[in-house]
């Protein structure tokens, strides 16, 4: 088995690191540097940063954010949100970014995910997909976009399937009905995108138990395993988390 990476998530406005339930209801959640400082003291294999509103207040991600955190850790960041063009993401990659994911852009875009695999690497490149559950779809769930506001009437599995065909590197699927939620990732949605792509899929939205880190691995068929709140909230730790999967046979580094 390939090596399961623990990635916490930064989920950014207004300077501070905050978090929701569903998207909304945001708390203050610590000082990102602080954050991500900690989160490399653990033993984070990979740190995501997402300006969450950046798309919604039609602005750039605040490339000094990037700058300030990737400057205190060594562990690959992905940052995310307010990523429209290839300047874009040359302009976060030089902020020290080494993975910029693209959202809303994508969609309206999709040859932005092949001329940006092109100019920079499709490692360099993760799509990002929020869904939530819609029985109207083949796969159950359809695309959100504009931060988990505007439902576009596509199925996310179709979807997932042509970012791969563009060259995207990464797939990052997050559940609506699952975000900040701590009752566990949606496995369903999670395993309906694993199963058609070839590539890292990072489970999203929901965990707040050892096992839901497993189950993502086993059941949702991830790679990676994001978390925000029980790791800003210290309910878990890194390590606890990386311990309970290597005793259960799984492949991380301690």
């Known amino acids: 088995m390939d090596k399961i990476n623990i990635m916490p998530c930064l989920d950014m406005k207004d300077g501070r690191v905050v978090k929701g339930v569903h998207f909304i209801d945001l708390k203050d959640a610590g000082d990102p540097v602080e954050c991500a400082a900690l989160y490399q003291d653990e033993g984070a294999d990979e740190l995501a940063m997402l300006d969450i509103a950046a798309t919604l207040e039609n602005r750039k991600t605040r490339l000094e954010w990037v700058e300030n955190v990737s400057s205190v850790i060594e562990m690959p960041l992905t940052v995310g949100g307010g990523i429209s063009s290839l300047e874009d993401i040359e302009l976060t990659l030089d902020a020290g970014a080494d993975n910029v994911s693209i959202n809303s852009a994508a969609f309206?875009?999709?040859?932005?995910?092949?001329?940006?695999?092109?100019?920079?690497?499709?490692?360099?490149?993760?799509?990002?997909?929020?869904?939530?559950?819609?029985?109207?779809?083949?796969?159950?769930?359809?695309?959100?976009?504009?931060?988990?506001?505007?439902?576009?009437?596509?199925?996310?599995?179709?979807?997932?399937?042509?970012?791969?065909?563009?060259?995207?590197?990464?797939?990052?699927?997050?559940?609506?009905?699952?975000?900040?939620?701590?009752?566990?990732?949606?496995?369903?949605?999670?395993?309906?995108?694993?199963?058609?792509?070839?590539?890292?899929?990072?489970?999203?939205?929901?965990?707040?138990?050892?096992s839901h880190f497993y189950d993502a691995v086993v059941e949702g068929g991830a790679d990676i395993l994001l978390a925000a709140s029980v790791f800003h909230f210290r309910i878990l730790s890194i390590m606890e988390v990386k311990e309970y999967l290597k005793e259960r046979g799984l492949n991380v580094s301690l």
């Open 108 to 210: 309206k875009n999709p040859q932005l995910i092949r001329k940006a695999a092109d100019e920079f690497g499709s490692k360099s490149i993760t799509v990002a997909i929020d869904g939530r559950r819609n029985p109207s779809m083949h796969s159950g769930f359809e695309l959100v976009v504009a931060g988990g506001t505007t439902p576009v009437g596509k199925d996310v599995v179709e979807w997932a399937v042509e970012c791969q065909e563009l060259g995207a590197g990464t797939i990052l699927p997050t559940s609506m009905d699952g975000d900040g939620t701590r009752d566990g990732y949606d496995l369903e949605y999670t395993k309906a995108i694993a199963e058609v792509v070839d590539l890292p899929v990072i489970a999203s939205g929901g965990a707040g138990e050892l």
